[in-house]
């Protein structure tokens, strides 16, 4: 639904790019929509001719605040685009099936989230109800990208965006989903309003979750009722001790085991928070978590199974790097670039 969409124009991304002397970047090979034609038409038009991917940032932290945790994952999205624009195309990658979409309309919301304070119950109210506001416009925006039969790189913003996303290739594909996610946390919490640590579980109570594996879930970040409430539904994970501590299972094994039993008779979602990276800018910050090549190889598993349909990549907060914003984006960027193209050589290969 155009409504909620900010869509952008090449001129909208000018202020990130630059140019050198023969050498073609992403930002000169992707595409963009045509600001005229209405959103649904134009995205089964850029279907029809070879786009398969398309970008879209959620510039918020209502939903990590809503959790009672920090913000600052109002950045992630531009960060991203600021590395991944300049990026070479090259024999390895050319995104030339990528478009360009925008980012979902959300400033009112976080200028009404602004004041509010998460210690207190009323504000903490507000803040879940906004965060529920934001989840009917997410689920407006990628609904119109799934039934044009596309798929989704969503950038930005908290682990609550899972909920409407996930919502909204479920009634697009009139089929519950698939989730495999790579997180410290379950984000099973309680049904309790809208915020980013329940996200799964709203989407399991509502019928848009089948089947959902966590990659890295940490013993320690996980109270019991989470764990109860995740193994009663009948998912599954690995920890992090296991496969980092004991180190008893490999990351190749138990991503490509947990993989094999999603049917592809069901859309598959990727799902990355990037607080299992170790020291990433984020809303949750970690030492003890994964590397920067594990992330990526978890997506680029991910991508190459058959039935994949969307990349979420959440919770990167610049700001809170400890040298500053601006190496915090510089950061941020990077990893972000490169799990997008992760992804985007998972899907060359599979």
């Avoid at 959103?39 to 932290?61: H, T, W």
Wanted: proline share 3%.
């Amino acid at each position: 639904m155009s409504k909620w969409l900010n869509r952008y124009s090449e001129a909208d991304t000018q202020s990130f790019t630059t140019s050198r002397a023969n050498e073609t970047r992403f930002w000169q090979s992707i595409s963009y929509l045509d600001h005229t034609a209405p959103l649904e038409s134009a995205l089964k038009d850029a279907a029809q001719f070879g786009i398969r991917y398309v970008l879209i940032g959620i510039n918020e932290d209502i939903g990590p605040r809503a959790n009672c945790g920090r913000g600052g994952a109002t950045q992630g999205w531009q960060a991203f685009l600021k590395r991944f624009l300049n990026l070479p195309s090259n024999e390895f990658l050319d995104p030339k099936s990528v478009l360009l979409l925008g980012e979902v309309k959300c400033d009112d919301l976080q200028s009404q989230s602004k004041p509010l304070d998460n210690t207190q119950a009323e504000d903490l109210a507000q803040l879940r109800s906004l965060c529920g506001e934001l989840d009917e416009r997410v689920t407006a925006v990628l609904k119109s990208v799934f039934d044009a039969g596309l798929e989704a790189i969503v950038i930005g913003g908290g682990h609550n965006n899972c909920y409407p996303i996930l919502k909204a290739l479920s009634t697009s594909e009139a089929s519950p989903c698939n989730a495999i996610n790579f997180d410290p946390h379950a984000d099973f919490r309680a049904i309790e309003g809208r915020h980013s640590g329940n996200g799964f579980h709203y989407a399991y109570q509502d019928g848009y979750l089948h089947d959902y594996h966590v990659v890295g879930m940490h013993e320690q970040k996980n109270n019991q009722t989470i764990i109860s409430a995740l193994t009663n539904a009948g998912f599954t994970y690995t920890t992090y001790q296991t496969l980092q501590v004991m180190r008893s299972r490999s990351l190749t094994s138990d991503c490509t085991h947990s993989l094999a039993r999603f049917k592809t008779d069901k859309p598959l979602g990727i799902e990355v928070d990037v607080d299992a990276i170790s020291g990433m800018p984020v809303s949750a910050f970690t030492n003890c978590g994964f590397s920067v090549s594990d992330a990526e190889h978890f997506v680029f598993l991910g991508a190459t199974h058959s039935a994949s349909r969307y990349l979420h990549l959440c919770e990167a907060a610049p700001a809170t790097h400890p040298n500053g914003l601006e190496q915090g984006i510089t950061e941020a960027g990077q990893v972000l670039s490169g799990l997008v193209c992760s992804y985007l050589l998972g899907k060359q290969q599979g």
